[in-house]
């Protein structure tokens, strides 16, 4: 019954540690300023904090690359510092969640120290190493084992010297796969991941783990992949959903969670999963996952190149996106929701309008977001409607990905500096990235030194302090979402089922449980849009919108204003 499970009518709170709260100075948010702030999340209302990753690291992909996993970074502080968050926050009812990231680990870590170290280390397979291509010169371009691209640009493989074979590494160079084929590497995550519950830790939200299991033949060789530009292709079609995920994710159950399984959240990151693997991984009878999260409606305005190629969105597109994976996963499994994360430039400034109508489009985005069937990710600072970074120039980027992007882009020679500068604009993971803005002093409040990346200038007017003092904020809009999904069974429970959907501009749907209904309307659009609802809801009572005065509505229609987003209730 979905009433029983109690992430079912949750909301989750996403702290990028790196950007929330600097506690001693040094410019980098940490787990101290994260104790800082229990309270403003506490009055947010939030019930899980998902934490990215704070382990020991070299940081060279701020953390996702981890050197030490059962230990904290000092830049982040250190493990009492965790258990006493983990105590504040159990105190406001708040369960922490911690950032899973085992498909690779650091190339610092001591076992890909020992692996690389000879051929014959008993840990050599517990990466990835292979010869050069048959008949090429080892080290030069080409003659790497598979066709393989990194998703940081250039080759999967970086040549090692030491002993004259490549390591596959999907994301950066320092950051070398894992070979979950042997299960001794398997029995290591598990082992790690027992000592973390053990810390009275409440779950995990899983990195790429649809990419564990490489899509290898019986022989152990690996196959090449199409290659868009020549030379490499995306590593994804060989490594999404492969033979064993399942397997393997079934295994993690039965050695990790066993007799704790009920206070879990398992939430897992799925990059190129479909609605059919989304069946898969999150029905509660296969003992897998929770819930995923999805990457096909945050790719709908990627142009031919990538993340940085934006193109405009087709709001049918979305609509259509979504709309497949609540029906799809309406009788067994379960939806993360979600616009925004540290990997996703900000939905106020991609899909509404951080201009004019910027508090009306962010609010219109979480009245949509939060009314679908799920449970909602809150991403540091989408509940103050934080926009995107607008950096002017290459020295401001801090990412990896954008700084190696810009780098082949520059070899490439395709774009000028100014060209390339609005593709990192519009598609960085930096975008997410800039501190928490807490308040309108010179750092947002964020730090007393110099921050790690800069603080966005809007922070003047767009902070927490002046939010929590307004309430007709975004941040208590948000708020009131959160209640809302606390309370209201129909929004928890509720059939969704999509209206309007060739209409351009306006998103429509219902949520039904028993004789109740909601429904629930955004105009993403800048301009007045009369919508046809019918005679039903012309008395129908209004239950949250982000304009100070009701709709107009009568004769089955409803007038929806600029970026109006609102929700009605009828029984
Ligand atoms: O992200 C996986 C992933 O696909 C992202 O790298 C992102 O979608 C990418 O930027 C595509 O453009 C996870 C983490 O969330 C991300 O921060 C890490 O960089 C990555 O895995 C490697 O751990
Ligand atoms: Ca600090």
């Known amino acids: 019954e979905a009433s029983d499970v109690w992430w079912k009518s949750a909301v989750v709170y996403q702290v990028y540690p790196r950007s929330f709260q600097d506690s001693n100075g040094d410019g980098i948010g940490d787990v101290r300023g994260i104790l800082q702030r229990v309270d403003y999340l506490a009055e947010l209302g939030v019930d899980v904090v998902w934490l990215s990753p704070i382990y020991r690291s070299p940081q060279d992909d701020n953390g996702y690359d981890i050197s030490d996993y059962q230990d904290i970074d000092p830049t982040f502080g250190t493990l009492e510092d965790v258990d006493e968050l983990i105590e504040a926050l159990h105190e406001r009812g708040i369960k922490l969640v911690m950032d899973l990231v085992v498909n690779h680990t650091s190339d610092e870590h001591p076992w890909f120290a020992e692996s690389r170290s000879s051929v014959d280390n008993p840990k050599r397979d517990w990466y990835w190493w292979r010869p050069a291509r048959e008949g090429m010169e080892p ?35 320092k950051q070398p796969d894992l070979n979950w084929e042997n299960p001794e590497v398997r029995q290591a995550v598990y082992a790690m991941m027992r000592w973390w519950l053990d810390r009275r830790i409440d779950g995990f939200r899983m990195d790429v783990i649809n990419l564990i299991s490489k899509h290898v033949r019986p022989d152990g060789s690996l196959p090449d992949v199409p290659a868009e530009d020549g030379l490499y292709g995306s590593a ?29 959240l398992l939430v897992g990151e799925t990059p190129g999963a479909t609605v059919e693997d989304g069946k898969l991984l999150t029905d509660p009878a296969r003992h897998e996952l929770d819930m995923v999260f999805t990457f096909e409606h945050v790719s709908l305005d990627h142009g031919p190149a990538g993340r940085f190629d934006v193109v405009p969105l087709d709001l049918r597109d979305l609509k259509a996106t979504l709309g497949r994976w609540q029906t799809g996963l309406e009788q067994a499994g379960w939806n993360a929701l979600y616009w925004n994360n540290h990997d ?67 070899q490439r020679g395709q774009l000028n500096d100014e060209e390339l500068l609005s593709w990192l604009a519009a598609g960085s993971r930096d975008n997410a990235r800039t501190p928490m803005q807490w308040d309108a002093t010179p750092q947002a409040g964020f730090t007393t030194g110099q921050p790690w990346i800069d603080v966005n200038p809007h922070h003047d007017t767009i902070n927490a302090a002046a939010e929590v003092a307004d309430p007709d904020s975004v941040f208590h809009l948000y708020r009131r979402l959160i209640a809302l999904r606390h309370e209201d069974p129909v929004v928890q429970r509720g059939d969704f089922h999509l209206l309007l959907p060739d209409d351009p501009h306006i998103y429509a749907f219902t949520r039904t449980w028993g004789d109740e209904q909601l429904l629930v309307l955004g105009n993403f659009s800048g301009t007045e849009q009369t919508v046809p609802v019918g005679p039903d809801w012309d008395q129908a009572a209004l239950v949250i919108g982000n304009y100070p005065a009701s709709p107009a509505t009568g004769g089955g229609q409803i007038v929806l204003r600029a970026w109006e987003g609102l929700v009605l209730r009828r029984a």
């Open 236 to 264: 994804f079609a060989a490594t999404v959903n492969g033979p064993r995920l399942h397997e393997f994710l079934q295994e993690i159950h039965r050695e990790v969670y066993e007799g704790r399984r009920d206070g879990l």
């Open 139 to 173: 080290g030069t371009p080409g003659a790497e084992p598979t066709n393989w691209g990194s998703v940081f640009s250039g080759p999967a493989w970086e040549y090692d010297e030491t002993t004259g074979e490549y390591y596959l590494h999907l994301f950066s160079r």
């Open 344 to 410: 996703q430039p900000r939905v106020v400034s991609r899909y509404g309008d951080d201009g004019a109508y910027r508090r009306e489009s962010a609010m219109m985005l979480a009245i949509v977001l939060h009314l679908h069937r799920g449970t909602p990710y809150v991403y540091q600072g989408e509940e103050l409607g934080m926009t995107n970074a607008y950096f002017t120039s290459l020295d401001e980027y801090r990412d990896i990905e954008s700084l190696r992007f810009a780098a082949s882009e520059r």
